[in-house]
């Protein structure tokens, strides 16, 4: 069965304390991960797309990376604006078109 | 921009009542999905369509049924709400796997939030 786990559940960090959120995945085979932001009451919302190990992609200051086990969400210098909840998601080779969430990973950010 | 509108943001029904969530999508998308989210469950997949009147079971489709008439629209339909349906439930949609303008990123409504009593 294919399996998301994301940790920490939680984080607090202090405006410009930066660090890493970490992902790990169970597939039979990874067609994608995917990174989103969830603010309050509001629907996820895309941030980005890994498909191979070895792959970066950064937004502002966010960083994301991808190994064969496993992805990162770096995120450097935080702001307070950058509190919300990040989900990763995989999807997975073999046809199926869903995404397989992790349960997410709530960031606050003090200022 | 990619638009996917949930009709309702906020539901309050009681049990056993009929409920009905729509969602509409206008960027020509074969797919929809309909998940629902909990606090610690994270998002579970209800059921997803891959094209107009298919439909194929998510993780959790007791109690819910779907209905896809038109390509860009999605309804859930709880036939006899009970309160363990109270949950926050999010639409999204996406190109098709075989379309060569896929990403396979999903894109999200901002979610109908239902209060069964």
């Known amino acids: 069965e294919d399996q998301v786990t994301q940790s920490p559940e939680a984080l607090r960090l202090q405006e410009g304390e930066s660090s890493s959120l970490n992902c790990s995945y169970t597939v039979s085979g990874l067609r994608g991960l995917f990174w989103y932001r969830q603010d309050p009451g509001k629907g996820p919302e895309f941030l980005f797309t890994?498909?191979?190990a070895g792959e970066e992609k950064e937004k502002e200051r966010l960083k994301a990376t991808l190994t064969k086990k496993e992805s990162f969400l770096h995120i450097t210098a935080p702001k307070p604006e950058d509190s919300a909840t990040y989900l990763c998601a995989v999807q997975t080779q073999g046809g199926s078109e869903k995404l397989v969430f992790g349960k997410g990973m709530k960031l606050t950010v003090n200022p | 921009d990619v638009k996917v509108t949930q009709s309702s943001r906020y539901l309050v029904k009681r049990t056993g009542e009929k409920v009905f969530l729509e969602c509409v999508q206008d960027?020509?998308?074969?797919?929809m999905f309909w998940y629902r989210q909990d606090p610690g469950l994270g998002l579970r997949l209800i059921y997803f369509?891959?094209?107009?009147?298919?439909?194929e079971k998510g993780d959790i489709p007791e109690g819910y049924s779907v209905s896809r008439e038109k390509k860009e629209r999605f309804s859930l339909i709880l036939e006899s709400a009970s309160t363990n349906q109270t949950s926050m439930y999010l639409c999204?949609?996406?190109?098709?796997?075989?379309?060569?303008?896929?990403?396979?990123?999903?894109?999200f409504g901002e979610g109908s939030r239902l209060t069964v009593l």
């Open positions: 999204a949609s996406s190109f098709s796997m075989t379309s060569d303008t896929n990403t396979g990123e999903l894109f």
């Open positions: 369509s891959y094209d107009v009147k298919m439909k």
């Open positions: 960027m020509d998308h074969e797919n």
């Open positions: 890994l498909y191979s």
